[in-house]
């Protein structure tokens, strides 16, 4: 590989900058990692602000009158699938897949009530440098034509700082969005049923089983940790921008 580039101005270096020192460069084995997880789109790492790198890995397995349900998802950032294991799939370990900003999010197994299929990737993101811009929708379908039932737009921008919101303590950063406002939507379409009822086909759809994702669990932890974070104020740069207050408080925007 050249160890220059072609600019505008002609040729410059190829360098690669030390890491920041408030991002110290970590190593995650990510079937190791999913053993432990609790959500799909679980996050790999800490780091979740502006700039980073966000890869969030899920898991999924068949069962016996297993549902997980299908929703459109938006995002105002690339997403790419990487694959580390699958059957029972049309997907196979090493694909690859650049995914378009408004995509269809089902889980691709052929047959959920087959207890040997499974699914296991990672999605990676790029969080944006201008944290305002950053934002995501979720749509649920009707289960029966696929048409729109009801969007639900919410804001994923990354914490403000490396440290979101916890000085010099990075590892500590607020819970990945993406999950977090996923299960604020879900609550809220189930909480109505005639918002649930197609106005093309006129069927209504069940509730979305959100809990096979996890994402109401990993909320829950988010929350918790933030309240036990209180017990320690030296971390606390602004109390008042805690996961806790901030997931609550936002759920408006879903």
């Not at 072609?6 to 970590?26: D, E, K, W």
């Not at 207890?115 to 950053?134: G, H, M, S, T, W």
């Not at 940790?225 to 320690?232: F, G, M, R």
């Amino acid at each position: 590989m050249p160890a220059t580039k072609t600019t505008a101005n002609g040729r410059a270096p190829l360098a690669i900058p030390a890491p920041s020192s408030a991002r110290v460069p970590l190593k995650v084995n990510v079937f190791r990692h999913m053993r432990m997880s609790n959500t799909a789109l679980c996050p790999m790492f800490p780091y979740l602000d502006e700039g980073c790198f966000a890869p969030a890995v899920a898991v999924y397995s068949g069962a016996p009158g297993r549902a997980v349900g299908m929703f459109k998802h938006f995002n105002t950032v690339d997403e790419i699938l990487v694959v580390f294991g699958a059957r029972g799939s049309r997907l196979k370990a090493g694909n690859a897949i650049a995914d378009v900003r408004e995509h269809f999010v089902n889980i691709a197994l052929s047959d959920f009530n087959d207890p040997d299929n499974y699914f296991l990737a990672a999605v990676i993101q790029r969080q944006l440098e201008n944290r305002d811009d950053q934002r995501e929708v979720v749509t649920f379908v009707c289960e029966q034509c696929k048409k729109p039932l009801r969007e639900f737009p919410f804001r994923s921008q990354p914490p403000v700082g490396a440290s979101a919101g916890l000085r010099d303590n990075p590892e500590y950063a607020r819970g990945f969005e993406s999950p977090i406002g996923a299960w604020r939507a879900a609550e809220q379409f189930n909480s109505n049923e005639q918002g649930r009822r197609c106005t093309h086909c006129g069927h209504v759809s069940a509730p979305f089983p959100f809990r096979e994702w996890g994402w109401e669990k990993y909320a829950e932890q988010c929350r918790t940790v933030d309240k036990a974070l209180q017990a320690y104020p030296g971390l606390q740069e602004e109390p008042a921008n805690s996961t806790a207050n901030m997931s609550m408080g936002s759920a408006a925007n879903a």
